[in-house]
């Protein structure tokens, strides 16, 4: 995985999601439609810069941190802003969807 993305995980994503704008792919390893996600959330990690953070949660590693947002289906991108879930989103997301998203 890319430098640019973040891994969460339940020990550190309540301190990754307090301030700013953090874009959360949950994802598993094992899901194609997570597998095409990834290489459009590297590019929109390089369009946004650091207007954003841009991180992964693996949902068989994080299970509790997947079923506290209500994640069944992935990929599930969640939107934070200081902490509080902004928009949430199931399948795969396009790459000029999410940098307008992150811009606002």
């Keep these: 995985m890319s430098d640019k993305i973040k891994e969460l995980n339940e020990e550190n994503f309540d301190a990754a999601i307090a301030e700013g704008t ?7 390893p094992w899901c194609g439609p997570c597998r095409m996600q990834t290489p459009i959330l590297e590019e929109t990690a390089d369009a946004v810069g650091d207007k954003a953070v841009i991180a992964k949660v693996n949902v068989d590693e994080a299970p509790a941190v997947a079923a506290k947002f209500g994640v069944r289906s992935i990929p599930t ?3 934070f802003k200081d902490g509080e879930n902004a928009k949430q989103m199931v399948g795969v997301q396009r790459k000029d969807e999410l940098v307008k998203l992150l811009s606002e």
Excluded: H
């Design 22 to 28: 953090v874009l959360v792919d949950f994802w598993a």
């Design 77 to 79: 991108l969640i939107l």
